[in-house]
């Protein structure tokens, strides 16, 4: 990519958001660069959800600047939303309404014709695979139809830029594979997207640039490779018998002089600063001790890696996260109840 | 428009979108959403079924169980059937109570996320809430329409010519959309759907039941009647009775002319006040 020629999409300069004593945003700082996906990835609370409010124009923030597709947000929000899509973080689609409605209701509303917004709202229902569903009340839908519905909605005004908060949370795994599939084919069409994320594997397939926030902050940028050189060195996993798995804890930790991190199962893990004369060492100690792994690999840090490093605590540490990673389908009446509690 | 084998399906940005509403695109926008308001009470059979039963339960319960005994307390006007009393005052009253969607409608559309869609679009935002008090309106004439034709069918005559009768419910309905706009302020202050249920009905319900909506006021200890006479209800209540059912069915001192031009003062300025109010509100209420 030509990087620094182009105008950014997207420009975020020190803002600060806070709710009574609740410092949401706290100095943000971003660059995007148009034509790309850009993911940002932060736990519970880190304020995801509240920049992209800031960025599409729903909060006003207390301090900094905000430019959007070159408009300055908060000088111009209405010019600003004839640029923007935004999914929010639940699907704000009306039950009452069958699927085609609710698309060109929000086509008028971006102000088109009734006849532009009924042509693009079957363009945007067939892409998104809704067309045969669309005649139906959305009370009838499932959760990940909603969701795509509620994208679909979005892309009517076809945005330069969209907002997609926690887009894939709560959705099947094919469900989800079909958003990714759509969502780069939105980056191909030349729109940009920015989204926020809990799920790792989510930012590595789709990000051609990755931010971590975490309390109000963006605490670390750059590329999926970037973030996890930042981190450091590579990990040495393995897996023992359950019988050995002692003897080759202390093993491990004695020939390498570092910690061992017992991941649960048989699975063992532990820093390697010095890559494969590491692995060596290890697989001779091992050797010696007459212990046999049944597996070991050397492994560059994975995303999760990045996010332990720089938020301190595991991807999705709280349990509501963990039941979603474990399990996005059955996320859906959780994050629910999570989100409306907050929106006060 | 390339020579890649997959179709650009996708649309592209779009630059030609509007970014300033025009008069034109705000009446557009209040239209959309009007429609959009006016489903919902359609389609949402427990809205549909609360709008029409609830009005003609009142009406049927009111004439039959508390008719036989109120008819001979009534002026002349009312020739004895307690329905020709009632039917102006219930129309005042389902008015009143029908305004309280206003605010169960809104908390509904902030809580599921809808009117934070609709603050992302570039659309005019005084269409949330003049669609919103536009589609209480539509709906509230169709449901005094029910009720009236169930009225003339058990018996309800008014006593005067129609076009009075006409001007009767034309000013009851415009009561029901000023109270729209204080239905509006309350929903954005409480914001939970649930929260607003009963927070539309306790001040509500005081004040229909302490008013000529029912009964005339005479019967009412002083300090009551003072409140009940000065009580927009009350005249709003009596002016639409002169109007139906001719001047007798005012008390001593009261005449159709003044007690018109009073609803239509507060009409006005509950009108005005409430609707400032409910713009602050909004925007407090999203930001
Ligand atoms: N309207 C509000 N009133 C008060 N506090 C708020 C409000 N919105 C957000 N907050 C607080 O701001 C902080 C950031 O919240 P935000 O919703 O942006 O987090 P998030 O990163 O989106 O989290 P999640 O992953 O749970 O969606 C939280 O501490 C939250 O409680
Ligand atoms: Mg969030």
């Known amino acids: ?344 | 428009m390339s020579t890649t084998t997959e179709p650009a399906r996708l649309p592209t940005p779009d630059r030609a979108l509007r970014e300033r509403a025009t008069f034109a695109s705000t009446v557009g926008d209040t239209w959309v959403l009007t429609k959009r308001n006016l489903l919902r009470n359609v389609r949402l059979p427990q809205v549909l079924l609360f709008s029409t039963v609830q009005p003609i339960m009142f009406l049927l319960l009111f004439t039959y169980v508390f008719g036989g005994a109120i008819g001979q307390a009534l002026p002349p006007v009312a020739e004895g059937e307690y329905i020709n009393w009632l039917m102006p005052g219930l129309l005042v009253q389902i008015s009143v109570f029908g305004a309280g969607q206003t605010a169960i409608g809104l908390t509904d559309d902030l809580s599921k996320g809808v009117i934070d869609r609709f603050r992302s679009l570039p659309m005019a935002r005084s269409a949330v809430l003049a669609g919103r008090t536009f589609a209480d309106l539509g709906r509230n004439s169709a449901v005094v329409t029910l009720m009236m034709l169930v009225g003339f069918l058990i018996g309800f005559r008014y006593q005067t010519s129609f076009l009075r009768f006409l001007a009767g419910v034309a000013l009851g309905l415009a009561f029901a959309y000023s109270l729209s706009w204080v239905m509006a302020v309350i929903g954005l202050y409480v914001k939970d759907p649930e929260a607003a249920q009963s927070a539309v009905f306790l001040p509500v319900f005081p004040l229909v039941f302490a008013s000529s909506v029912f009964l005339p006021t005479e019967t009412m200890p002083d300090w009551l009647r003072v409140f009940a006479d000065n009580q927009p209800i009350t005249t709003v209540t009596n002016a639409l009775r002169a109007l139906m059912l001719g001047e007798g069915a005012l008390r001593e001192g009261q005449v159709l002319s003044s007690q018109l031009l009073i609803s239509l003062g507060w009409i006005v300025s509950i009108t005005l006040v409430f609707s400032l109010l409910a713009i602050r509100a909004y925007r407090r209420a999203v930001d």
């Open chain 1, 1 to 344: 990519m030509t990087s620094g020629a182009v105008d950014p999409i997207i420009e975020v300069q020190g803002v600060v958001r806070a709710f009574g004593d609740v410092r949401a945003l706290d100095g943000v700082d971003l660059v995007v660069e148009p034509g790309i996906v850009y993911a940002l990835l932060g736990p519970n609370g880190a304020g995801k959800t509240t920049l992209i409010r800031v960025l599409a124009t729903l909060l006003r923030p207390d301090r900094g600047s905000v430019r959007v597709a070159g408009v300055d947000v908060v000088a111009d929000p209405n010019a600003a939303r004839a640029r923007i899509g935004l999914a929010g973080q639940f699907a704000a689609v009306d039950a009452f309404l069958t699927g085609r409605e609710n698309v060109e209701m929000v086509g008028r509303l971006y102000g088109l014709s009734a006849r532009d917004a009924r042509r693009r709202a079957d363009d945007v229902l067939e892409r998104i695979g809704l067309t045969r569903d669309a005649g139906r009340q959305v009370g009838t839908y499932s959760g990940g139809m909603r969701r795509r519905l509620d994208l679909a909605a979005s892309l009517v005004g076809r945005p330069q830029v969209m907002f997609l908060d926690e887009p894939t949370t709560g959705i099947d795994p094919r469900t989800r594979l079909e958003l990714w599939d759509l969502i780069e084919d939105l980056v191909a069409a030349g729109t940009s997207v920015l989204l926020t994320t809990q799920y790792l594997d989510e930012a590595d397939r789709l990000a051609a640039r990755i931010g971590v926030i975490d309390r109000g902050v963006v605490v670390q940028e750059g590329t999926a490779d970037e973030l996890k050189d930042a981190v450091g060195g590579s990990v040495l996993e393995l897996v023992v018998p359950d019988e050995d798995r002692v003897t080759a804890v202390e093993t491990i930790s004695s020939a390498t002089g570092e910690e061992v991190a017992e991941l649960g199962g048989r699975r063992l893990r532990v820093a390697a600063r010095e890559g494969s004369r590491t692995l060596l060492e290890v697989v001779r100690a091992l050797d010696a001790a007459g212990v046999e792994a049944d597996d070991i690999g050397l492994h560059r840090p994975s995303l999760d890696d990045v996010f332990l490093a720089v938020t301190g605590e595991p991807a999705g540490s709280d349990l509501e996260a963990d039941r979603e990673l474990a399990d996005p389908a059955a996320a859906t009446a959780g994050s629910g109840g999570r989100g409306r509690g907050r929106r006060r």
